[in-house]
T-cell receptor, first 113, second 114 residues
């Protein structure tokens, strides 16, 4: 049990839709992450939040907008996505103390039509 | 550029056999980790080896690290059908961030046939 939940688990949206992915954990963390996993590509780090402050944004298009309102929640707001944005989106937390191991949620499988 | 390269990309074995996966990286590291991912699910941490360690064991898992060759291997002994998954190495760069940034390899797809 990683202590990280993600909702929804599956999402189908049109290119003009606006949706949000939610990540939740209540075990504490030193950092939280959004990753994108596309077929036949390594995990791509999108955003990092450390203590609710965004510390890394890896050239992600502005149609992806992260939000970290508190230590338990992380959102990824989606707007006017493209079909190539279809992927598995994973949230992870960095365990406190050791600051070495990441714990992942189950992911949201996104399909953009 | 891709930090971690894994080899082989896919591995198919029979139950009971050993499975060996290799990973190479390009920069100096603080530690290297292996994760497992069942189809379409999140990643699960398996084992971590630090840059000053050469070998580490956890149950049926054995990880080696060769910093001179910038490579690591993961050995799963006496494999089971339930070991079928994708396996990823991920490295933390030396002198890196305070928030444990990981750079992932492309992964090895392991299939264990009953």
């Amino acid at each position: 049990e990683t202590g990280v939940t993600q909702t929804p688990r599956h999402l189908v949206m049109g290119m003009t839709n606006k949706k949000s992915l939610k990540c939740e954990q209540h075990l504490g963390h030193n950092a939280m992450y959004w990753y994108k996993q596309s077929a036949k590509k390594p995990l791509e780090l999108m955003f990092v939040y450390s203590l609710e402050e965004r510390v890394e944004n890896n050239s992600v298009p502005s149609r992806f907008s992260p939000e970290c309102p508190n230590s338990s929640h992380l959102f990824l707001h989606l707007h006017t996505l493209q079909p190539e944005d279809s992927a598995l989106y994973l949230c992870a937390r960095l365990a406190g103390g050791s600051q070495e191991t990441q714990y992942f949620g189950p992911g949201t499988r996104l399909l953009v039509l | 550029s891709q930090q971690g390269e894994e080899d082989p990309q896919a591995l198919s074995i029979q139950e009971g056999e050993n499975a060996t996966m290799n990973c190479s990286y390009k920069t100096s590291i603080n530690n290297l980790q292996w994760y497992r991912q069942n189809s379409g699910r999140g990643l699960v941490h398996l084992i971590l080896i630090r840059s000053n360690e050469r070998e580490k064991h956890s149950g049926r898992l054995r990880v080696t690290l060769d910093t001179s060759k910038k490579s690591s291997s993961l050995l799963i002994t006496a494999s089971r059908a339930a070991d079928t998954a994708s396996y990823f190495c991920a490295s933390v760069n030396a002198g890196g961030t305070s928030y444990g940034k990981l750079t992932f390899g492309q992964g090895t797809i392991l299939t264990v046939h009953p």
